[in-house]
C-alpha cells in the first residue's frame, strides 16, 4: 500500500536548496573583496587629503611674516593675521585671529610640530596607526618654545 501524503525531501527538494546554497556562497567571495577594497579607498582618500593640506601648509608658510612653533600647535602671522593649526577632537584644524574652525585633517590621532633649521616640521598620526611627515621651509627664521 503506497501513502499519497507522505512528507519528506525528495531528491529533486534537495538538488534546488543546494543550489540555492551554492549561488549564495559563490557571492562571499565577492563580498569580502567589496569590504576589503572600502578599507583601501579610505586609506587613499586619507593620503589625497595629507597631499592637499600639505600643499596649502606650504604655501601659507612661504607668504608668512613670522612662524612660532610649539608641540602641539603652529602660530602663522601673515598681513596682521594670526593663523593658528592645532588638533581639536580628532581633526587638525585652522582657525584665523583665534575664530572659526576650518577643518584640514579628519580620523588625526596625535600632531606634532618641530622645529627644524630654516623651517619647521609637521608629524601626524591617523586612526588606522599610519604616520605621515613632511619638513617645510621657510625663508623667514622660526621661534620654537
Avoid at 501524503?5 to 573583496?33: D, H
Avoid at 611674516?65 to 608641540?71: L, N, P, R
Wanted: contains cysteine; glycine residues 6%; proline residues 1%.
Amino acid at each position: 500500500m503506497h501513502l499519497q501524503n507522505e512528507k519528506g525531501f525528495t531528491l529533486v527538494e534537495m538538488l534546488i536548496a543546494f543550489m540555492v546554497f551554492c549561488m549564495l556562497a559563490s557571492f562571499y567571495p565577492l563580498a569580502i573583496k567589496t569590504i576589503a577594497s572600502h578599507n583601501d579607498v579610505e586609506q587613499r582618500n586619507q593620503r589625497l587629503e595629507w597631499e592637499v593640506f600639505l600643499s596649502q601648509l606650504k604655501k601659507e608658510a612661504r607668504v608668512s611674516d613670522q612662524i612660532t612653533v610649539s608641540a602641539d600647535k603652529l602660530l602663522i602671522e601673515k598681513n596682521g593675521e594670526t593663523i593658528l593649526y592645532e588638533k581639536y577632537g580628532s581633526i587638525l584644524r585652522r582657525r584665523v585671529n583665534y575664530t572659526g574652525h576650518e577643518t584640514l585633517l579628519q580620523n588625526v590621532t596625535n600632531v606634532r610640530f618641530f622645529k627644524i633649521t630654516g623651517g619647521f616640521g609637521i608629524h601626524v598620526q591617523d586612526l588606522d596607526q599610519v604616520e605621515y611627515g613632511a619638513n617645510i621651509r621657510s625663508f623667514i627664521s622660526t621661534e620654537g618654545k
